[in-house]
Structures are given as C-alpha cells and as structure tokens.
C-alpha cells in the first residue's frame, strides 16, 4: 500500500512529456516529474530541437537522472498521426515501457472571429484538439499492450467552460473540446487501470504564450485581480504540485476530471 509521500514519488516510472520545449508549461511538467523520480522523455516540433534540448537538459541536472542516456528527447507532431505512432514507437524503445504520458502541445491564435481564417481555425483545432486524441489513443494503446495501468494527463485551461475577455474563439473552441477528449478516453480506457484527466491552467506569467501579454500591464493587472487569490500563477511554484497529483499514485481514484489551477477564477 502506497501511503504518505510516497503517493507522489515516480521514481522506476518512465513519463514522457509532449510539447515539452523550453518556455511553456510542457518544460515544467518534465522538470516536476523529473525532481520526483521519474525518467523522462520529451517531444516537440523538429524546428524547436534547441528548446527541446535546454528542457532535456534541465531534467537530467534537476531531477534524479545521473547520467544523459537515462532521458531522451524526441520530434513529434501531434497533426501527423504517423508521427505521433513512432513517437510512441522510439520513447518504448528507449527506455523499455511507458508508464505516464503529459501532452502539453498546443497554440493559440488571438485574432477576431472575423479576421480568422477558415485554414486559422481549422489549424488550432488540429494541434489542440486532434492532436489531444493522437496522442491520446497513442498512448492508450501502449499503455493497454504492457497490461493496463498508467497516467495520461491533458493540458486544457480555464477557458475550456468560459471565453474570456480576447478575442481567441478557435483557442477557445478547440481546448473545450480537450476536456470532452478526456473524458471519453477515461471511459474506454479505465476498465484497463489508466487514468486519463486535465490539467486546466488560468493565466501562468510569464511562459512563451502569456508572453506577449507583458505589453499589456493593465490587461495582466485584471486577470490578476479576476482571481480569488488576487495573482496570476506562478510557472515556477504553482504548476508542479497539480502536474504531480494527476501524474502519481496519489490520483488513482481520479479519473475523467478537470483540475482547475486558476486561482479561484473558475469558482465565481
């Protein structure tokens, strides 16, 4: 029986964390787990290999890894199927299982409904939401052929149920779908012991896309403010602790469910 902090330790586990290049919240979630144990592999567009690699690296110096070979970095695109399919294929190769896989890959569009294009929209709706599923069934599949058991944990954010104040509606269209992704997987996947859930962030500040927000002090100051807790979130101190519920033995009993870590924003 697991008790204790032990619930969260990862250590023998092998996670492998999409859109994992330096900047986003993908590059905390390797770091988290990396720090709890875990052996971590970490995927993202060919054309962000020197990002991919600041992320690989700060794992082994940061986590419990002792040497580089322990960790692997990989490229992926979560709109090409064939892609996703040997990513799965090269992370079991090296490191001979998988037990939790993070998808933090996505993008947002902030352009008017009336300015986007269809080829916009159907973009953003491709890597969010398709890419969610691609990644999704990957990783349902691996996880069922070495026997059941395993996390898959989704990134959506607090704007999966609510828009908010920019115009982004494909951004917003494409990760409420994520969550209704995730529940459907956790149905077809929890008779095999997998637990599939979200991560729904507010706004963390600074990452590489709440970034351009920094032009905007008085548009930072009011999501701050809109929260309970009267702050944006912290990408170095309040992302890890949630990453790590939904990743470890402590969520076993989780599944099918969004993890709002807003700041109270959602509960107004």
């Known amino acids: 029986m697991v008790t204790g902090t032990d619930l969260f330790d990862l250590s023998g586990k092998v996670a492998l964390v999409v859109g994992a290049a330096a900047g986003g919240l993908g590059e905390r979630a390797a770091k988290a787990l990396a720090a709890a144990g875990a052996i971590v592999a970490v995927a993202d567009l060919a054309d962000r290999r020197d990002a991919l690699t600041t992320t690989a690296r700060a794992t082994w110096t940061g986590g419990h890894q002792a040497v580089e070979n322990q960790a692997s970095a990989h490229r992926v695109d979560v709109t090409d199927e064939r892609s996703v399919a040997a990513l799965f294929e090269n992370v079991v190769a090296a490191h001979g299982?998988?037990?939790?896989?993070?998808?933090?890959a996505g993008v947002m569009?902030?352009?008017?409904?009336?300015?986007?294009?269809l080829e916009e929209f159907e973009r953003v709706?491709?890597?969010n939401l398709t890419g969610t599923w691609l990644v999704g069934r990957e990783a349902g599949k691996t996880l069922t052929r070495q026997g059941g058991g395993g996390r898959i944990v989704n990134l959506t954010t607090v704007y999966a149920e609510r828009v908010g104040p920019l115009p982004e509606s494909a951004y917003y269209s494409s990760k409420a779908g994520v969550v209704n992704v995730t529940r459907a997987l956790a149905g077809e996947l929890g008779p095999h012991g997998i637990t599939v859930n979200c991560l729904a962030p507010g706004v963390f500040y600074p990452t590489e896309m709440t970034a351009p927000l920094g032009a905007q002090p008085d548009r930072l100051r009011w999501f701050g403010e809109r929260t309970m807790l009267g702050r944006l979130g912290d990408p170095e101190t309040d992302f890890a602790g949630p990453l790590?519920?939904?990743?470890?033995p402590a969520s076993a009993y989780m599944t099918g469910q969004v993890v709002y870590v807003d700041g109270g924003w959602s509960a107004w």
Not at 97 to 104: Q, Y
Not at 109 to 117: G, W
Request: no cysteine; glycine share 0%; charged share 30%.
């Open 97 to 104: 299982r998988l037990d939790i896989v993070v998808n933090a």
């Open 125 to 127: 709706v491709r890597v």
């Open 244 to 248: 790590l519920l939904l990743a470890s």
């Open 109 to 117: 569009l902030r352009k008017a409904y009336d300015e986007t294009t």
